[in-house]
């Protein structure tokens, strides 16, 4: 007998709080509130935020548990064929005060029809400097590989070519940060059995506080300039960009009319625009536009 | 013979000029840039910004003219039958510097397929103020019912009814501003003759700077207040979700590779989110937005 869905949904809460306990450990100052929602057409959540501390500026963690009749909005936009859906899941956006320190985003999730007739897991991790650091991005490649490599070979670089796609702003030619991996319909097909699935979004749920704390203590601070706290903002800007127009889960939540101020967690404090912005060529800002335009394959072990 | 594509072209052009410098004398301090650019597939267009003014903090006027191939996008998202298309209009997003002044955004558009087989003019204008002024609001609506009746009765409260509906955030459960009005697919079958639209539209693009310079003279202003700043910068955010959720113009730009920094010259100079805001209920913030939550009917002569 594998996994029910109701233990899966109870080991994404623990996974939450377990998150949140290891963020406030790094922030060092802020606490996460908790809010509690109730979904009308059945299930609900609690969406954890911290806001103003000393690393993180704006963040959220957020559990959800929802179940109920297939949607023509789900039908048409997920491609679904089943009666009734349950849906339970964790996400991530944290959004840091330092331009120095880097956004990082996880999401995992399970998915099933009709009491378990489909299923599937998705998820990924993607880590968006505002400045980019080539030792940092490689060390988070690894982690990620690691992880991933401890069930199946195939993951990671099948992952991180997603996650290449996927992050990917076509409108601005970049991608929004130096990706991570990123899946989705993963089940018994891809030859593990839906019990180590399971345990392979647990991993890389709980690799996510080790993940930032490693990104967060690799690198030297100074009291930020004007221009490293413009650039940071424009940056954001980006992430905006992205996750109003292209992020898939952002824009089936809003159509479908999912709970607005959780699916909007993942909005920074504050973001920039600027007309037709000009970088100086030699300048830190103009080296991380012109990684963030070229596909990086990163030296793993 | 009615008007031509040319004469139309050329009156949209000289409109944006003639709104630039009506701007830059209301502003009294900065000037427009101009910025060239041309599509591969055919035409091009003129994007003209202003920013750090006395009044205006970031704003674009732009004028296009384009034509080519009905492409598989287009087909799609505008629904088209043809085969050669041609499109030129001037589009406007204001951000004002003080929380008091409004944001104010203008279209108007000519569409037509395969050299006029089939044509149609689109357009709007609307009014997002920072904080509500019922007077202010209605002077507004005044001044677009009075240019409008002009031409005829219908338009007003159709169009007006038409922005209600296209200006609304639906998992905000708000309108983006005090509306005005919005209309598109406007050809003969409305009663008027292609020359007497084409004319209504260039009275709608002359009305804008004197609308602007009423709203802006008409309000008493001290040194803004940081909470004033801080929920004009709130306003901002959702006016990016709307352009970037909803707005068709941009949606259709960015997905099928429009100029993207001609189409997001919309994007406000800075925006801010919080998670889950509460407003006191006896704030100038409440009453704005218990205002954009209900549908209004203005007083008009």
């Known amino acids: 007998m594998s996994i029910t869905r109701t233990e899966i949904e109870k080991a994404f809460r623990a996974l939450q709080l377990h998150i949140c306990q290891g963020l406030?450990?790094?922030?060092g100052q802020a606490k996460f509130q908790e809010d509690p929602w109730e979904r009308e057409e059945g299930g609900g959540g609690f969406t954890r935020t911290?806001?103003?501390?000393?690393?993180l500026e704006k963040g959220g963690v957020a559990f959800?548990?929802?179940?109920?009749?297939?949607?023509?909005?789900?039908?048409?936009?997920?491609?679904?064929?089943?009666?009734?859906f349950f849906a339970t899941g964790v996400s991530i956006v944290l959004h840091p005060r330092h331009p120095r320190h880097p956004?990082?985003?996880?999401?995992?999730?399970?998915?099933?029809?009709?009491?378990?007739?489909?299923?599937?897991?998705?998820?990924?991790?993607?880590?968006?400097p505002h400045y980019v650091?080539?030792?940092?991005?490689?060390?988070?490649?690894?982690?990620?590989?690691?992880?991933?490599?401890?069930?199946?070979?195939?993951?990671y670089p099948k992952f991180k070519e997603w996650a290449d796609r996927y992050f990917f702003l076509p409108h601005r030619g970049e991608s929004r940060g130096v990706g991570g991996i990123f899946f989705d319909h993963l089940d018994e097909e891809c030859g593990l059995s839906k019990d180590q699935i399971f345990q392979y979004c647990l991993d890389l749920g709980r690799l996510f506080p080790v993940a930032y704390k490693h990104q967060v203590e690799n690198v030297s601070l100074n009291e930020p300039t004007d221009a490293e706290l413009n650039w940071q903002?424009?940056?954001?800007?980006?992430?905006?960009?992205?996750?109003?127009?292209?992020?898939?889960?952002?824009?089936?939540?809003?159509y479908s009319g999912g709970r607005t101020e959780s699916i909007l967690m993942s909005m920074p404090p504050r973001a920039?625009?600027?007309?037709?912005?000009?970088?100086n060529e030699a300048s830190e800002e103009q080296q991380t536009l012109a990684f963030l335009q070229t596909t990086q394959e990163y030296k793993l072990d």
Chains 1, 2 share one sequence.
């Open 233 to 254: 903002a424009l940056r954001r800007g980006r992430y905006v960009e992205f996750n109003l127009l292209h992020d898939r889960g952002t824009k089936f939540g809003i």
């Open 103 to 128: 956004i990082m985003h996880m999401n995992v999730r399970y998915f099933e029809l009709d009491n378990g007739a489909t299923y599937w897991f998705g998820g990924g991790i993607d880590l968006t």
């Open 24 to 27: 406030e450990d790094i922030d």
């Open 133 to 155: 650091d080539l030792n940092l991005a490689t060390d988070f490649h690894q982690q990620l590989k690691t992880t991933s490599d401890h069930y199946s070979m195939d993951f």
């Open 272 to 279: 920039n625009w600027e007309y037709n912005l000009e970088l």
């Open 64 to 84: 959800s548990a929802v179940h109920g009749p297939v949607s023509a909005a789900m039908k048409k936009q997920l491609n679904l064929e089943g009666e009734h």
């Open 50 to 55: 911290i806001s103003d501390g000393n690393i």
